[in-house]
């Protein structure tokens, strides 16, 4: 019978994700086979999954913790954000609406068969699985119809674990507070709780933790520090966006309302040459970056309307006049064409609008959206790259004659007559080294010193797992686990 415990956060953002990536591995390294599961995910940073379809990125990495495939029985519920109060609604890794958040909480609770549904199939083929919430529990006012808190712990039987974020200050309040606004049989089913990102000496805090349990009757399972290789794994969440400085090599990222896929980034980071810098609103893009990347969005339409208001438009321009090299990755590709046609109204009202004009495609969004998981070859460099496509729309023109990716027997992307501006709908490419070494090599004349992305990311995972062994009482944490009935 398999065992299943549900680590929930006193707040957002508190590491849930991280924690669970690194218990994933912690506990497969003690030879349990071992799966993640978030029952509703909010984010615009996907993966695709082998079975056809999406899931958040967090549980992508878990699964890559836990040594499996990403499947979409580990994140049944997705919400793609598209406007401030309306999301996509992804159910078992396919589309099922498009809502505002005051209709989706009318229908949340009718997911809840779904929902346990996968729950079930991962738990009659792991030894545990490790769930992970949403948000916090003590948003009481989200109770009815829950399915990603202490609705689910409820309907699936298990126990939880609730995190503290101590860096943020106010952690007492954090759980002390979640115990006084839970219903006495929420508040009953947690059973632990651990602090997290403690920066200093954690002996100091041996005293808030005496008060919280004494306050809660929760068992304390240990006070996390501050993991230093957090940065080095694939972030989720759209506030974990953060530029890195490295070496002289400038990419600039303008930062889109609506980003999406945006770990896209994360081996351009890690390369101890490059320096990716986020360009936030109100900020010009700098004159001497040598590539810019469009990243991914999840509203093109919008976000090419946010990007000529912040005059995005007119530095681009200028940086490609300079000589600067140019890379839109899907959505970023897209508006890199001459006209985006969006007749079915995917994205909003039925529109159709000029793109930025550097390369000669145009774009209809269609809705049939394009999942998959896809192996190339980069042309100039016959590097192998592997990554996945996700994204409305099919791209045409002239400057798709000069596609500089191979995928099987039909070529991807888009390359102007220069050479200097490039886009295509591959996610994930930079993580091939050899891809990334000889597309920067051509981009800024440099030759890299990087290691293995992939390795730097189980080393980190590696590390992760041992920071839990040295600070969480991991042995306590699995006795807590309930069997799945």
Same mark, same amino acid.
């Given at each position: ?137 003590? #948003? ?168 000529? #208001? ?85 791209? #045409? ?89």
């Amino acid at each position: 019978m398999a065992k299943a415990i549900m680590i929930q956060g006193a707040g957002s953002n508190v590491g849930k994700s991280m924690v669970v990536a690194g218990l994933a591995r912690a506990f497969v390294r003690r030879g349990l086979s071992v799966a993640p599961f978030k029952p509703q995910n909010m984010s615009n940073n996907a993966a695709v999954t082998v079975d056809g379809g999406e899931i958040g990125r967090a549980q992508a990495l878990q699964a890559r913790a836990a040594g499996l495939q990403p499947h979409t029985d580990m994140n049944p519920v997705l919400l793609k954000p598209e406007t401030d109060t309306g999301a996509q609604v992804i159910v078992q890794g396919k589309r099922r609406a498009t809502l505002r958040a005051r209709d989706y909480g009318k229908m949340k609770g009718d997911l809840m068969p779904a929902v346990l549904d996968s729950f079930r199939r991962l738990s009659g083929a792991h030894d545990l699985i490790l769930i992970e919430g949403a948000g916090s529990p003590a #948003e009481v006012n989200l109770r009815a119809g829950d399915i990603a808190n202490m609705g689910f712990a409820e309907a699936a039987d298990v126990p939880v674990v609730l995190i503290g974020d101590i860096d943020r200050g106010g952690v007492i309040a954090q759980l002390v507070g979640t115990h006084a606004v839970l219903d006495p049989a929420d508040r009953d089913r947690i059973t632990g709780f651990a602090v997290n990102k403690f920066r200093g000496d954690p002996t100091l805090f041996h005293d808030g933790m005496d008060i919280i349990a004494k306050r809660t009757g929760w068992r304390p399972l240990g006070i996390l520090p501050w993991f230093q290789d957090a940065w080095k794994l694939p972030a989720e969440d759209v506030m974990d966006i953060k530029g890195r400085k490295g070496g002289a090599i400038r990419i600039a990222v303008p930062r889109l309302n609506r980003i999406a896929n945006f770990d896209d980034l994360d081996p351009l980071s890690a390369e101890p040459d490059v320096t990716v810098e986020i360009i936030e609103q109100g900020r010009p893009l700098p004159a001497d970056a040598d590539l810019v990347v469009i990243p991914g969005s999840k509203a093109t339409i919008a976000d090419l309307a946010h990007f000529r #208001e912040q005059g995005w438009d007119i530095d681009l321009m200028a940086h490609v006049r300079r000589g600067g090299h140019v890379l839109g990755i899907c959505g970023g590709y897209q508006m890199l064409g001459r006209r985006i046609v969006d007749a079915e109204g995917l994205e909003g009202p039925p529109t159709s609008v000029d793109g930025l004009g550097l390369l000669n495609v145009v774009t209809e969004m269609k809705p049939q959206k394009r999942l998959s998981l896809t192996d190339a070859r980069h042309i100039a460099s016959d590097e192998p790259v592997a990554g996945y496509e996700i994204h409305l729309g099919v791209t #045409e023109g002239t400057d798709r004659d000069r596609a500089w990716l191979q995928v099987g027997d039909r070529t991807e992307g888009a390359e102007s007559a220069d050479g200097r501006v490039k886009g295509c709908y591959l996610h994930g490419l930079f993580a091939a080294d050899g891809f990334r070494r000889a597309y920067l090599k051509e981009v800024t004349g440099h030759d890299l010193r990087s290691g293995s992305y992939s390795d730097g990311v189980e080393a980190a995972l590696d590390g992760l797992a041992d920071h839990l062994e040295r600070h969480l009482d991991l042995d306590g944490l699995l006795a807590m686990a309930g069997t799945v009935a």
